[in-house]
């Protein structure tokens, strides 16, 4: 039976019905149609459908869409406002962050959370927050260089 | 003419669109009315399907149709193999499994249905109604060839083919000397694991007998022949489609059952069919890596020098042969001469069947697991002998005058300074004062531990005698009648970044903004045939063909200039974009009596074209040429409209990159976890095209090497049970576990093509495993180590540092 939910998505209502089992990556991607979001793992361990529910970096490959009732979500898709990238976005541009692209939503939602909470990381907590994603391509030195230059744009 | 991108760290051009979360990988892509495929798969390693049952997953809602193997024996031809070796046995790989399956994974049926959950249901109501009757598996090969129970019972045994390679005396040169070391070494099988799963879209219409397929691959246009020849259909109403690939490391340098099943499928049913694999599946049922076990046995005098090597291997095919499977360990032959002179070799390659998964070309293929012994070995004798490992690996190289250099493989490196490259890292890592403080750190009780590895790899692939199908690579290059220069490249990019890099030389080349050029592939009804990436091929051979096109394009550009000009093409220079007309008496008063002409051109005439206003403009833009040869009223006699040319690059050699790496490692003697503390690279790729990527590359690279060296391995039970079977067993490195690189290059061009590169993709993962592993090995030297295997575990390094001494 399906249940009526209503989340808000890169500050747009969508209210909806979802099967009570149905995937909040899933419902991101194929109802809402936002695939910016990627699914990596279906186990919580690659990140790279890491999203922001209410500010909070979120794997949502293990998350119920119901579960995300009510919330606020945004996904990397919503980071840009009024069409400029947001520092972490610019930083992974500027320092080579990614390579495949495909961990990159992921990283950079989490690098947000990780400027958020510290606005000036060291490359050790760099790299500490970025432990619950992973990249095959980069190596990460380039990754925690584009946080690094996210920091610093961000506070300047 | 003056580069302005080439070299430089341009940032790249396919960023904007990935950063963004605009990209369009398989599963991105959607169509109205797609049904959605699951497949069952044997949980088994080695069993006898009895029967299948499907009827309670036909009445699963949602499900449209269910295929066994029975269903399509006679209907899609084998999983092909590319590989031609004497004497192959080469088993019938159907895309579903008939009588038997051989591994866990292996496909038994696939259900389809209107969406991805209804379908992943079916599949698991499928599975009981498959009666299967387990048989005892091939598992390990550590112990040698494994006998019982045969697993192709019609070959008679587990042996896929023997092989022997190499020149030069090998007996003589093992009597030739002082002694002989010998170390047993085990390449562990890895997962390439790239970010993005395999994912195939399949559309067919009916009325035009035409059917589309969307795929995660590296080859679009090698996967384009063999699904025309799989599923029976002509290939040119066959196109294969790469949008965005999210890694591949050479696992989507393939052509897989489920991409030939699911454009059948899709002409089956006259709809869309979609399969997205799920990690468990990617882990389990696409290529796995390395999986070999020798022993090298190297003749050496008492100061160093190598007589002779020879190399007895085993290697873990897998179950079936993938497109290159029985292929990879050739490549470890080709590359056992390493960095050095070595007079004699002979590898002895023994290639078995196991109920495992295939493996196949993983980032190296091959060249890895050469230079691992190589590199391990040299280290080996060092301390057989009690010399420095710089030492040794001095004595025996060849000198930059050397070059083109002959190996006892049968190769012939292009160009290189070993030497070069070594001190350079030395340097750059303060090696001496690195030995310093290990001393004094293993007098304060620490663990602490040097390894360095001289590396060669054999990229470009590559000359068309030396591969499969083709070693060229194919470019279009054309001037759109409003300027814009598009590039289509045969090769296929997936996050190398040659949209980028192919940019760089096209707009230096023409002389236009970067960003007035756009480079497409991956697109089989757009770009013209190609071979694809792989093999750090992309670059040297695709890249080469872009530059060649463009030399086609400007000869025809010229003559029209001239023609608009009305001047001779010998007068006329080119210079950012632009054909001028040359002053000849200005050139006379320089001096300079050659202005720059394109090459395919003469060289500047005697004609004393005086220009006068009557002889109309002194300048075109190639641009403002474009939309003239495509007006086509202003055209020299005999000259076809449009501005495009094409070229097929075939290299008469492959390219030999090679460098030196060095690692310092700490261990932790409580739990002992090895850290790596300082990591310097020197790489030598030759021409650099652009130095963001190549550091990109090598950085990705060696974490590669790190996960192989400290962390990886696909793990298989004694029943053939897959035991890491995702992400939370299969370990990959994580950020918080890798060291800094300290980067640097020496640059010695390929004199293969006139770009000079040699190619980068596969350097790090070559490179860096043994000066890790040598590394550790050093650190643990005191307690009488000599040899570790890897993964070298934290389990391994404790159980060594806690054993009673003596």
């Known amino acids: 039976m399906k249940q009526a939910i209503s989340i808000n998505v890169n500050g747009v209502d969508y209210p909806g019905e979802v099967e009570p089992r149905m995937l909040l990556v899933h419902y991101l991607r194929d109802v809402l149609g936002l695939t910016g979001t990627h699914v990596g793992c279906e186990t919580s361990i690659c990140g790279a459908c890491t999203i922001l529910i209410d500010g909070q970096a979120v794997k949502s490959c293990t998350m119920f869409a119901v579960q995300a009732d009510g919330s606020n979500v945004t996904t990397i898709e919503g980071l840009a406002a009024n069409g400029n990238l947001h520092p972490v976005q610019e930083g992974f541009w500027e320092c080579h962050g990614l390579q495949c692209g495909y961990c990159t939503p992921g990283m950079i939602m989490t690098s947000t959370q990780i400027i958020d909470r510290n606005p000036d990381p060291s490359r050790e907590e760099i790299r500490h927050g970025l432990e619950g994603n992973l990249c095959r391509c980069t190596g990460y030195q380039h990754i925690v260089e584009a946080v690094e230059y996210a920091a610093k744009k961000a506070s300047a | 003419m003056a580069d302005k991108y080439v070299g430089k760290r341009v940032k790249r051009t396919e960023d904007p669109r990935l950063i963004k979360g605009l990209a369009h990988y398989v599963d991105d892509i959607g169509l109205p009315g797609t049904l959605h495929v699951a497949f069952v798969r044997s949980m088994y390693a080695h069993a006898r399907i009895t029967g299948i049952d499907t009827s309670e997953a036909l009445k699963v809602p949602g499900v449209v149709a269910v295929y066994t193997g029975k269903d399509i024996a006679t209907k899609i031809g084998p999983v092909p193999c590319a590989a031609a070796l004497p004497d192959l046995k080469v088993p019938d790989y159907r895309v579903l499994a008939t009588d038997k399956v051989l591994f866990v994974g292996h496909p038994i049926a696939a259900v389809v249905a209107t969406d991805k959950y209804a379908a992943r249901d079916a599949a698991e109501i499928l599975y009981p109604g498959v009666e299967l009757e387990e048989l005892p598996a091939v598992v390990s090969i550590i112990d040698g060839v494994p006998t019982t129970p045969v697993i192709h019972e019609h070959f008679g045994d587990n042996i896929a083919y023997k092989l022997t390679s190499g020149e030069g005396d090998i007996e003589a040169a093992m009597k030739a000397a002082d002694r002989i070391v010998k170390q047993k070494m085990i390449h562990q099988r890895l997962a390439p694991i790239a970010m993005e799963p395999r994912g195939v879209l399949a559309r067919y219409f009916p009325g035009e007998e035409e059917l589309t397929v969307w795929s995660s691959t590296q080859i679009p246009h090698l996967l384009r022949t063999q699904l025309a020849l799989m599923i029976g259909i002509p290939e040119n109403k066959l196109r294969v489609i790469t949008p965005e690939v999210g890694g591949g490391f050479g696992s989507k340098l393939n052509v897989y059952a489920e991409e030939a099943l699911l454009g059948w499928i899709s002409m089956q049913l006259g709809k869309p069919v979609k399969w997205i694999e799920s990690r468990r599946e990617n882990v389990a049922a696409t290529i796995h890596g390395r999986a070999q076990v020798g ?22 095919l897998g179950a079936y042969h993938q497109l290159l499977t029985p292929a990879i360990p050739t490549l470890t032959g080709l590359m056992l001469s390493g960095a050095y002179k070595i007079p004699a070799i002979q590898m002895n390659v023994t290639g078995v069947f196991t109920n495992k998964m295939s493996t196949d070309a993983y980032r190296g293929a ?144 023409v002389g236009v903004d970067l960003n007035d050029v756009t480079v497409i592939h991956g697109d089989t009804g757009i770009v013209q045939y190609g071979i694809g990436t792989f093999g750090s091929r992309a670059t040297a051979v695709g890249g080469t ?56 051109e003469g060289p500047a005439g005697a004609l004393n074209e005086v220009p006068t206003p009557t002889n109309g403009r002194n300048k075109i833009t190639i641009q403002e040429i474009a939309l003239a040869a495509h007006i086509a009223k202003e055209l020299p006699p005999d000259t076809e409209p449009g501005l495009s040319a094409t070229y097929f690059f075939e290299p008469k050699n492959f390219t030999f990159p090679f460098g ?18 300082k990591y310097v690279a020197v790489d030598d790729c030759g021409k650099v095209i652009n130095p963001l990527l190549v550091d990109g590359q090598v950085h990705g690279g060696i974490v590669q090497s790190i996960g192989q060296a400290l962390y990886e391995e696909v793990v298989y039970d004694e029943q053939g049970q897959l035991v890491t079977g995702e992400l939370m067993d299969y370990a990959l490195p994580r950020a918080s576990q890798m060291p800094w690189f300290d980067t640097d290059r020496t640059e010695t061009p390929s004199p293969v093509n006139p770009l000079g590169v040699k190619g980068v993709g596969e350097a790090g993962t070559i490179g860096a495993t043994p000066a890790i592993v040598n590394a550790v090995v050093d650190a643990l030297s005191p307690y009488g180590v000599k040899h570790l295997d890897m993964p070298v575990r934290p389990e391994a390094v404790w159980r060594i540092i806690r054993a009673p001494e003596g």
Not at chain 2, 377 to 395: F, H, Q, S, T, Y
Not at chain 2, 662 to 673: A, F, H, L, M, S
Request: net charge negative; charged share 25%; aromatic share 6%.
């Open chain 2, 660 to 677: 030196t790496h060095i690692c310092v490692v700490e261990i932790d003697k409580d739990t002992g976890e090895t850290k790596i503390i």
């Open chain 2, 366 to 509: 091959g060249r890895p697991e050469a230079t691992y012994v190589v590199e391990r070995v040299m280290d080996v004798i060092a301390r057989e002998l009690n010399l420095d490992p710089i030492e040794v690996r001095r004595k025996n190289f060849p000198k930059a005058d050397e070059f083109p250099f002959h190996t006892a493989t049968g190769l012939d490196y292009d160009s290189g300074d070993y030497e070069a490259a070594l001190k350079k890292a030395l340097d750059l890592s303060g090696y001496q004062k690195l030995r310093e403080e290990q001393k004094k750190a293993r007098d304060n009780g620490k663990l602490i531990g040097i390894g360095l590895s001289s590396y060669v790899e054999i990229c470009a692939l590559g000359p068309s005698q030396a591969m499969p199908a083709g070693g060229w690579e194919s470019a279009t290059v054309r001037i759109e009648p409003t300027g814009k220069v598009t590039v289509l490249t045969g090769a296929s990019p997936h996050g190398q970044g040659q949209e980028t890099s192919f940019a760089q030389i096209a707009a230096d080349e």
């Open chain 2, 545 to 600: 063909a872009v530059l060649i096109a463009i030399h086609k394009l400007k000869e025809k550009a010229a003559k029209i200039a001239a023609h608009m000009m009305q001047c001779d093409a010998s007068r006329l220079s080119f210079e950012a974009g632009c054909y001028s007309k040359q002053e000849a008496a200005a050139a006379a008063v320089t001096g300079k009596s050659e202005p720059v002409v394109p090459v395919g």
């Open chain 2, 295 to 316: 022993t090298v046995e190297v003749g050496i005098k008492n100061d160093g020098t190598i007589t002779g090597l020879r190399y007895n291997v085993v290697a873990d």
